[in-house]
């Protein structure tokens, strides 16, 4: 029987599973962000490098005053986030391999969600402050581009010079792919309306998510608008999984890797005979933590 779970693949995997974890786990790229090669449990530490904010001053004597260009934030693995499904071959259908590889692309989306959630608590009143020069005050029907270079300006007025990004909730990015600025080509230069795909606005990165926290949206915040040193990650296997197929007490493991970010997942797959049930499960390992304050939010009060 070819379709049988059993003859599932790590091709397979990696290419109908791992994508959706990509996928969702692309605002990460707003961030200080580091993927581990190495199978960790809870408690390891991972140390994600981050340049730091520099100043200069006037020569007297020597060129060898300041400090390391390179901050070395550690991060401690948290507990694994995991999304699992289940088909009961008695009752439902069969265990098929397609049925579980796209049970298996939902439930890779929904690790990625937990993970952007668990990343953007981060950026809570507490760590960015809640002043003039800290947030702007606009409802999501009247964010638009104009907007941004408000954003701009106050996060210009932080000192910070790096690569930044703006990750927006959905009605916050809806109100902003309205604004007639970004939808005539001519003037932008994006395809928009072909795309779907919201372009650089002054040379900001744009991202949308439904994964807001609720640690945050209670704060009112729409958008939040960062430099990568503001907050630091890191992704790694489950220190129970080792890269490739494994089977021990009737859990069947396959760990993938994406070549080119190094984010993995392990998707496991067991039988529960007492039930008849066949279980599924994508799992991954993250942490974060807050470096400083290199960003401001738009809220809406």
Do not use: C
């Amino acid at each position: 029987m070819a379709n049988t779970l059993t003859n599932m693949t790590e091709t397979m995997v990696q290419d109908e599973v791992l994508p959706a974890l990509k996928l969702g786990l692309n605002p990460l790229n707003a961030f200080s962000f580091q993927a581990s090669g190495d199978s960790l449990a809870v408690g390891d530490k991972v140390t994600v490098s981050a340049a730091s904010a520099k100043t200069a001053g006037t020569y007297s004597s020597t060129f060898e005053t300041g400090d390391t260009t390179v901050v070395g934030k550690s991060i401690t693995m948290q507990a694994p986030v995991f999304s699992s499904w289940f088909v009961n071959s008695n009752l439902e259908a069969a265990p098929t391999i397609e049925r579980f590889l796209a049970s298996g692309r939902e439930a890779a989306y929904a690790v990625s969600k937990s993970v952007v959630q668990g990343v953007l608590a981060n950026f809570v009143e507490a760590n960015i402050g809640s002043g003039a020069g800290d947030e702007l005050v606009v409802t999501s029907a009247d964010y638009d581009y104009s907007s941004q270079t408000e954003l701009w300006s106050k996060l210009k007025a932080k000192g910070v010079n790096e690569t930044v990004s703006a990750i927006h909730t959905i009605p916050y990015a809806a109100s902003l792919i309205d604004d007639s600025r970004l939808t005539d080509a001519s003037a932008s230069g994006s395809d928009l309306i072909q795309s779907g795909e919201l372009p650089p606005i002054l040379g900001v990165r744009q991202f949308y998510t439904d994964a807001f926290p609720t640690a945050v949206t209670s704060e009112n915040t729409g958008v939040i608008y960062t430099g990568k040193t503001t907050a630091a990650v890191a992704t790694a296997l489950p220190a129970d999984v080792v890269p490739g197929l494994s089977e021990s007490a009737g859990v069947r493991t396959i760990a993938v890797t994406d070549p080119d970010t190094g984010i993995s997942l392990a998707y496991r797959t067991w039988y529960n005979s007492a039930t008849g049930v066949y279980w599924g499960s994508v799992v991954a390992m993250y942490g974060t933590a807050f470096i400083q304050d290199a960003a401001v939010r738009a809220v809406s009060v």
